[in-house]
């Protein structure tokens, strides 16, 4: 067997020297003679010392074919001369032959001299004329006395003489040539054979010189096509994985770059299955330790089988009730009535409520499980409800399991049965966001903790990047309710603040008592994997009020938060921290690259329109609701489908509270309908979610107020001077509206300016009235 494997390598080395003999990156020609030389081929040493000379040459003249592209693009002189002195330097106007053929160097120098004769011939008109005109000058010009002409000789400035250092034949600058070590020193470091060879391509490319990081890299890189080097390094980090140390994401990163190698290679088969085995034990095991998550951001865990068979279904968890002996599902009918129950389904996604619990519960809790399961199809929209009675579901869901420990690994179930086969990435999201909800506040049972992990370390694989994130951070607060001493390493007076989000899901972040807002947001930041991180702020959430209060970054945690408790106290009202963008702007895009950011920007966009003050026009209105389903199809579509979009809090979702009134609710339903019946037809299905999030936006902005902080006023003709806002205020007042001097008005304030707009403003007619900042 180990011989006939050998044979398959080396045949497979033979075709790719064949294959390379035309290739004009000098790195994959090196990859393939290093894998000749380590197989020690027999009848290829011409082969090989043809291709030795092969990359010599690519090496030398591949900086120059792109330096001369790129300087007859530019059409620049100075350049044009340097590379071909260059050119001349390699001797290659003497040699033409030794141009290498595939990559057109002969026939890009001769267009490069004929250019450069061009260009001096132009060059030589240019000087001719311009003598020429400064000789008609002079003639025209009135005498001047010789002090003048000599000011003028000592003040005329220097002609500039635009003389650029270009590093590298290319142009190519030392920022950028740093960048590139920077990235082969990392990639060596970790054995990515991959980046190393992009690196070194660039290398290669731009002809930078081989200085140590270089020289260290392409001998790393040459090692990994050995055999005996990378199963020797695969024995060394599997070894390693032994031991608990700081080095241990780096190990794996290692670990895993080079059982990758091997199986590119076909190489060192049983090591690198042994080393992939460990690997993935060593992974579940720093799961389950990892507080920020930094195992997942370093190994990329889809190469990784990292379900535990022994805990992949929850039907081996001891408490499970038997499938047989359990009565199943309501059916789907009036009360509930009929059907077999739905059994097959008693651990997947169901829409239907259920009759019994899922667990071995006591008696007495049985039909809190029942109703608990209820809320949870009410907050993950698999049961139609207005969506301010939705919101609620959470918390009373959490507080259940928190309360009740004997329900506590009920609701895990039943969240985890909710999340199996969901059709609806809606719904699977809201579930996601509840699970949570529950990592950061219910410990399930050493029973059940492991199938839990597993269900999670499952979910981190997910195609949704949403979903993969939130796992991941349900992973990592999983963590800290299991070992809290872990938060506290380094840090002293840390306490759990919550946070809540525009779409009124929790994120729990650990922070020392005496940090500040803005280090509160830099590590909710981070915890999301926001790039932009300066667009989001801290605001003010007060019970009962829909406007935020901006809060300054400055501000202290042990200061603030007894405040609130004190207003709690006072007024009967409770303030919570809203993280959300300081301001959305009329001329902004929804970032691709940055999901969550954009993510959270579209939902805020949404709350604020919903709760927009003014009246619009209702077919513009329409179109914006139309965009809506189409976006969030899963969410409405059965709703549209069945005629039902006048039901209650449904239109509440979709219109805005001021302007729903203006109209019954059979014309609103009837007018959505109708546009999204026409988008529908316009529209691609296939297109990504965030397109159709990015034309409900544009929408948006199209929109009078939008992006708008705004509060309601009354301009008082009079004022008594203890109650002035300033100190010696002017005597004189602005009269807005001299028609109307104690108008009420909405003050609204944007990034532009502020605006006074009378509160009885129509679509059609309005007073308005601005001062830009």
Known sequence: EKVRARMSREVAALKKLEEVATSIEPTQIERSLARARELELEGAGEAVDALVVRVRRLKAQLPLVKAMNDAMQKEDFAQLQEVMESVKAAGLHQRPEDWVPEIRGEATAANVYQMLTDLKAKQKLQEIEKNRREELQQQMATPRSKEEKFEEQEVAPEPSRKKSRRVTVTGMTVAAQEEIERDLLHAAEVFNAIRLEEALQQVNLHGMEDDESVKMAQETFMNLQREAFIETKMQEMTEALGTKDQQEVKTLRCLQNLVSQAERLGV???????????????????????????????????????????????????????????????????????????????????????????????????????????NILGWMADRPLPESQRLGYAQDIVQVAEVNGALADETFVQVMKQLTTNPSPFSELLGWKLMLLLCQRVRPSHG???????????????????????????????????????????????????????????????????????????????????????????????????????????????????????????????????????FLRV????????????????????????????????????????????????????????GRLYDPGVLEQLIPATSLCLQNRGKWGALVARHHTILRRRTDHSEPRLAKMSRVLSLLQRMKLFGSYYWVGTQVASLAADKAAIPEAPARMLKLNQREPEGEYWICVDLFGVRFISINSTPDCGFSRGVLF
Not at 339 to 367: F, Q, S, W, Y
Not at 507 to 536: W, Y
Not at 605 to 618: G, M, Q, T
């Open 448 to 582: 059940l903790e492991d199938f839990l992990r597993t269900f999670l370390l499952r979910a981190v694989q997910n195609e949704n990047g949403e979903v993969s994130s939130l796992a991941k951070q349900c992973i990592s607060d999983l963590n800290v309710l299991s070992a809290p001493e872990k938060v506290v390493c380094g840090e002293e007076n840390i306490v759990p603040v919550e946070v809540i989000l525009i779409d009124r899901t929790i994120r729990k972040v650990h922070l020392s008592q005496d940090g500040t807002l803005k280090q509160l947001a830099e590590r909710l930041a981070q915890q999301l994997r926001i790039t932009n991180a300066p667009d989001f702020g801290l605001f003010q959430s007060t019970e009962g009020l829909d406007m935020h209060r901006l809060l300054p970054e400055e501000a202290v945690l042990s200061t603030l938060l007894p405040k609130w408790r004190q207003l709690l106290t006072n007024t009967g009202r409770a303030s919570q921290l809203l993280y959300k963008r300081r």
């Open 587 to 642: 001329d902004e895009s929804l970032r691709p690259g940055d999901l969550m950011h954009a993510t959270l920007t579209f939902q805020q966009a949404v709350w604020d329109y919903l709760r927009y003050p003014l009246p619009e026009d209702p077919e513009a209105l329409a179109k914006i609701a139309a965009n809506i389903i189409i976006a969030e199809g899963d969410r409405f579509l059965p709703i549209v489908q069945a």
């Open 268 to 374: 060192a088969s049983e090591t690198a299955a042994k080393a992939r085995l460990k690997m993935q034990a060593g992974v579940r095991r720093r799961a389950r330790s990892t507080i920020r998550g930094s195992i997942f951001q370093h190994v990329d865990l889809a190469e990784l089988d990292l379900v535990e068979g022994a805990f992949s279904s929850l039907a081996g968890f001891q408490r499970m009730k038997d499938v047989n002996k359990w009565r199943g599902h309501c059916g789907p009918g009036l009360f509930g009535w009929g059907g077999d129950g739905n059994k097959g389904a008693m651990l997947k996604h169901c829409r239907n409520e259920i009759r019994e619990a899922l667990t071995t519960v006591p008696a007495a809790l049985d039909r809190e499980a029942v109703h608990n399961f209820r």
